[in-house]
């Protein structure tokens, strides 16, 4: 899979991308991320990207033509004009607070394609063409405003590259993940056994496979019923867990004395 990723800040993508999982999957050849700055497609003297906006009001708003252009240029398009729609290669997603959610869901859908691109709004804004005539997709990674689209960029590849086949040392971890699997995770333990007093429960040090499995299971239920209990109506639920959910409610009524 490839990614290319425009922005005004390549520099802030050092690390995040260079580092564990996404490191090893780049060297691995599994995925490919290309950074490409949006300020070198701008053609006056001084490089400009940004400008105020019409109609008044503070603050600046990015320029739609270096945008076009480093798109185009690297996508290998010919520029675009009202009038002459030319399909792009792969998705062009803008990211933006107004975007549509990033969920696990989504996460999942990118990992399918071979090719995406990342737009990386700035300042107030992006002008509206570029949404409205380069983009393909908007996401937003929640319901907050960041100064910019670099740290969605970021969370976004980092969400999908762990999806992608060979990328996570453990081949069944993207599917053990807890939302994967539409159920928060059950707690994990390592030694010692006792940590200043606090003990890792008995049932993990059994030995006995099956009752730790169903441990975990219920643990995991548990969980969710109680963080995230909205994620209980789409998870796919076992006969068994169906009987233990329903038997944890009956209980709690009892204790209510309903
Ligand atoms: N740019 C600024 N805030 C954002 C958000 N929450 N998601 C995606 N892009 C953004």
Redesign the pocket.
């Known amino acids: 899979m490839r990614f290319d990723i425009f922005t005004l800040f390549p520099q802030m993508f050092e690390g995040p991308l260079t580092e564990s999982i996404i490191k090893r999957a780049r060297e691995a050849g599994i995925v490919e991320i290309h950074l490409h700055n949006i300020r070198e497609y701008a053609t006056d003297k001084h490089k400009t990207t940004d400008d105020t906006p019409y109609g008044g009001g503070g603050g600046m708003v990015m320029k739609a033509e270096p945008i076009f252009r480093a798109v185009e240029a690297v996508l290998g398009l010919p520029p675009r004009r009202a009038g002459e729609p030319t399909p792009p290669p792969c998705p062009i997603i803008l990211?933006?607070?107004q975007?549509r959610p990033f969920t696990q869901e989504v996460a999942a859908e990118l990992s399918q394609l071979e090719r995406v691109v990342l737009i990386c709004?700035r300042y107030e804004g992006v002008d509206e063409r570029v949404r409205e005539h380069l983009a393909t997709d908007e996401?937003?990674?929640?319901p907050?405003?960041?100064s910019?689209?670099e740290l969605?960029a970021m969370v976004i590849v980092d969400a999908v590259v762990r999806l992608l086949p060979g990328a996570l040392g453990d081949p069944e971890g993207a599917r053990k993940d807890s939302y994967a699997m539409g159920l928060l995770e059950h707690p994990h333990y390592t030694r010692p056994a006792d940590f200043r007093g606090w003990r890792v429960p008995d049932v993990l040090l059994s030995g006995h496979h099956a009752r730790v499995a169903e441990w975990r299971r219920q643990e995991s239920l548990l969980r969710t019923l109680v963080r995230q209990p909205e994620m209980l109506s789409k998870a796919p639920l076992t006969e068994e867990d169906r009987r233990f959910l329903e038997a944890l409610c009956s209980r709690i009524q009892e204790l209510l004395g309903q």
């Open positions: 990211l933006t607070p975007g709004g996401i937003s990674i929640g907050y405003v960041l910019g689209g969605p």
